[in-house]
């Protein structure tokens, strides 16, 4: 069974320009969350989908969006970088209210 | 939201020792209580959780306890060996919706 696939794996973007970055949920989880974790810091909470619908929201500008397909994959969009958008940015899916969350390898979003 | 605080930030153990990593909460609806081990260079990785309705949780040398009164659950290694490095964290969720982690905690276990 695969796990949590996300790509790409590393990406280099010019302040101001957009990025998309792309999850495939574990075959059968519904619920996807995206995470920003800066070097040293814990993963920051960013959104939740679950069933395609959005479940939660953490305390990012709304410079973030994200979305859920149909299969349950998910992508994150983040507009007008910023330097300090340079983090690894993880997705991890899981079932819907128990399990804990099976996390991908993650992006590495560098912007400069 | 939730907050979750960690501590402490880095601790540093001599083989065969105990390691303890404590975190507090701040939303009592939190049921969910996972930790997650990250070594470098890697995701992290579910190691262990504990649901509101239990006190404690072992799984061979790791243990997790839960004090819901006082919104607080620690991890705790034991006979620590230098494969337990990593980076550690805690986190909090209501329902596995939401999850909030904790800052980490670097753990190293010296030879």
């Known amino acids: 069974d695969a796990g949590v696939t996300q790509s790409p794996t590393h990406l280099i973007k010019t302040r101001g320009q957009q990025v998309t970055l792309r999850c495939s949920p574990i075959s059968g989880h519904k619920s996807v969350s995206w995470y920003q974790q800066v070097l040293g810091q814990g993963p920051q909470f960013i959104f939740q989908y679950y069933e395609k619908e959005e479940r939660g929201r953490g305390n990012f500008p709304d410079r973030f969006s994200a979305r859920q397909f149909p299969n349950y994959s998910s992508e994150l969009n983040v507009n007008a970088l910023l330097l300090g958008d340079s983090a690894l940015y993880l997705c991890?899916?899981?079932?819907?209210?128990?399990?804990?969350?099976?996390f991908g390898s993650g992006t590495r979003l560098t912007v400069v | 939201g939730e907050n979750v605080e960690q501590h402490p930030s880095t601790l540093s153990v001599q083989e065969g020792d105990s390691a303890v990593i404590k975190c507090t909460y701040s939303d009592s609806a939190s049921n969910y209580f996972p930790w997650y081990k990250q070594e470098l260079g890697k995701r992290p990785q579910l190691i262990i959780d504990i649901r509101s309705n239990v006190g404690e949780k072992k799984d061979q040398r790791i243990a997790v306890t839960l004090n819901k009164t006082a919104k607080h659950f620690s991890l705790h290694i034991t006979e620590t060996q230098p494969e337990d490095s990593a980076v550690y964290f805690c986190a909090a969720s209501n329902n596995n919706n939401d999850m909030r982690f904790g800052a980490g905690t670097r753990l190293t276990v010296k030879p």
């Open positions: 991890a899916s899981s079932l819907a209210g128990y399990g804990g969350y099976t």
